[in-house]
T-cell receptor, first 117, second 110 residues
């Protein structure tokens, strides 16, 4: 089975621009979660999608948004980029969600490295 | 968010066992304990998880204290490929998200 894929792997943008990142989960996985990783804040949860619905959201401003398509592929968008948005953005997929998934594992992609100049 | 506490860094000699501790004194009865590791320039990868009993798999063992307020990840023979940041995470009943702490950076000395 192919793993989680994320595109693009690297991206350079300037302040004020917007960006869209893509994630393809493992085949058959219906839950997709997004994380931001920075040296200062570590790994932080952004949001989770399951069956095209946002199920959980972390503590990030509204500039961060996402969506999930019927084939479980997911995109996240960051509008009006700020220097502090420079980070590694990680996507993770798992078969199920919520309370049933306490013992379920998440499979992470390699991430998209976003640099904001 | 259920919190975990881990040492910032640890060192181990190659081919020796490594015991990575984690404190989670606020754990609730339904929280699973998960361990992930992140190799340089990669996303985190699953290592092991458990609820109450000790667990073993091909990568590692997980020893869980009787009161569940702490756990230890055991790598039986450290290799250079095991050099990574190891995260201990409590997986709660609500939601599918992981709350990562700062993790332990493991250095393996040849």
């Amino acid at each position: 089975k192919a793993g989680v894929t994320q595109t693009p792997r690297y991206l350079i943008k300037t302040r004020g621009q917007q960006v869209t990142l893509s994630c393809s989960p493992i085949s058959g996985h219906r839950s997709v979660s997004w994380y931001q990783q920075t040296p200062g804040q570590g790994l932080q949860f952004l949001f989770e999608y399951f069956s095209e619905t946002q199920r959980n959201k972390g503590n990030f401003p509204g500039r961060f948004s996402g969506r999930q398509f019927s084939n479980s592929r997911s995109e996240m968008n960051v509008s009006t980029l700020e220097l502090g948005d420079s980070a590694l953005y990680l996507c993770a997929s798992s078969p199920i969600t919520g309370g049933q998934g306490r013992k379920d594992t998440q499979y992470f992609g390699p991430g998209t490295r976003l640099t904001v100049l | 968010d259920a919190k975990t506490t881990q040492p910032n860094s640890m060192e181990s000699n190659e081919e020796e066992p490594v015991h990575l501790p984690c404190n989670h004194s606020t754990i609730s009865g339904t929280d699973y304990i998960h361990w992930y590791r992140q190799l340089p320039s990669q996303g985190p990868e699953y290592v092991i998880h458990g609820l109450t009993s000790n667990v073993n798999n091909r990568m590692a063992s997980l020893a869980i204290a009787e009161d569940r307020k702490s756990s230890t990840l055991i790598l039986h023979r450290a290799t250079l490929r095991d050099a990574a940041v190891y995260y201990c995470i409590l997986r709660q009943n609500t939601g599918n998200q992981f709350y990562f702490g700062t993790g332990t950076s493991l250095t393996v000395i040849p």
